[in-house]
């Protein structure tokens, strides 16, 4: 069974379970989208999120930020933010804790037949129960949304806030 190709590019494939941690590259400090899909028919669980063009491995298509201001102080940035995809196939569970308030990635992670996505504050992440390893990232040529980013410039410090959400 294949991703949907209107889901967008596919840029990873992992096979086995000593993959998974490449999956790092492109989940974390990405944003969560509530969107879950879980298909026992299909056996596939899609899960959206959306990240920046500066984390990890870049892609052609995502856009990059944007500076819109500099002070003394610090640089001001437009974020955009790429929906992106994780598509598990052979997938026979998928169960979500998910603290809203900070839905971000941290990483990936696979024992004993789940594929687990762990989030920010405390709360789990995402379990994908599967029968075997075989999992795609899919980037869309969609934007998910953008942050106003400001770096500072004799410490290293940022902070981000939500500009606006395109979906």
């Known amino acids: 069974m294949t991703p949907d190709a209107s ?7 992992i096979e086995s379970p000593d ?12 944003y969560l989208e509530d969107a879950f899909r879980f298909s026992p028919e299909s056996a596939q669980a899609v899960i959206p999120f959306a990240q920046e ?3 990890g491995h870049l892609h052609p298509s995502m ?3 944007e500076l819109v201001a500099e002070t003394m102080l610090a640089r001001h940035y437009h974020v955009p933010l790429t929906r992106c995809y994780i ?8 169960d979500a ?11 990936a992670d696979f024992s004993e037949s789940t594929l687990l996505l762990r ?3 405390f709360s789990k992440g995402i379990s994908v129960g599967v029968t075997d390893v075989d999992v795609r990232v899919l980037v869309s040529p969609e934007l998910a949304g953008r942050l106003f980013r400001k770096v500072l410039r004799l410490w290293p410090a940022e902070s981000d806030r939500w500009l606006s959400d395109l979906s």
């Open 63 to 65: 856009a990059d930020p």
């Open 7 to 13: 889901l967008g590019t596919e840029v990873l494939r």
């Open 97 to 107: 804790d998910i603290d809203w308030g900070n839905p971000s990635l941290l990483e």
């Open 119 to 121: 989030s920010g504050s």
């Open 53 to 55: 063009s500066g984390w």
């Open 87 to 94: 598509v598990v196939e052979q997938a026979k569970s998928l």
């Open 19 to 30: 993959g998974v941690p490449g999956l790092n590259d492109w989940i974390h400090d990405a």
